[in-house]
């Protein structure tokens, strides 16, 4: 894929076409800075995947290293299941949903992710306060 085909359209239909071709990904998101179209000749593609069966870490560098050949650009893969709740969040807010095979892995990476960031920004919170009040150390 060209400079000049890294179009949202031609990224997601790569990205849909490869993982329909791999029976393991349950569904792949698209988010980053291909999403609202900010892409630079350095940048790569954010893909974030769901899995029927978790990948071992050298399983996830070659999935990485087939999506980068499929596309055409340096992919960077994250599995969402061991993500963050902040960078499942930033998926499910700015990301498009490009593939499902699973809907049910979908709305279970939903529902948790909600409920872990609503979690975290709970605990979080009478720290902020503190640190917005100039009280780092609650005293």
Do not use: C, H, W
Not at 12 to 36: D, H, K, R
Not at 42 to 53: A, K, M, P, T
């Amino acid at each position: 894929m060209s400079q000049q085909d890294r179009t949202l359209e031609s990224i997601t239909s790569a990205i849909s076409t490869f993982a329909e071709s791999n029976g393991n990904i349950a569904a792949a998101y698209l988010f980053g800075s291909a999403v609202p179209q900010r892409l630079t000749p350095e940048s790569d593609i954010d893909i974030g995947l769901l899995f029927e069966r978790r990948p071992s870490a050298g399983e996830l560098l070659q999935l990485q290293a087939e999506f980068t050949d499929a596309l055409g650009i340096e992919a960077d893969i994250v599995d969402l299941e061991g993500a963050s709740p902040i960078l499942g969040m930033q998926v499910l807010k700015t990301g498009v949903r490009v593939f499902t095979r699973n809907q049910s892995k979908a709305n279970e990476f939903f529902v948790r992710t909600i409920n872990e960031y609503d979690d975290l920004k709970r605990m979080r919170k009478p720290i902020e306060d503190n640190i917005l009040n100039g009280r780092i150390y609650a005293r």
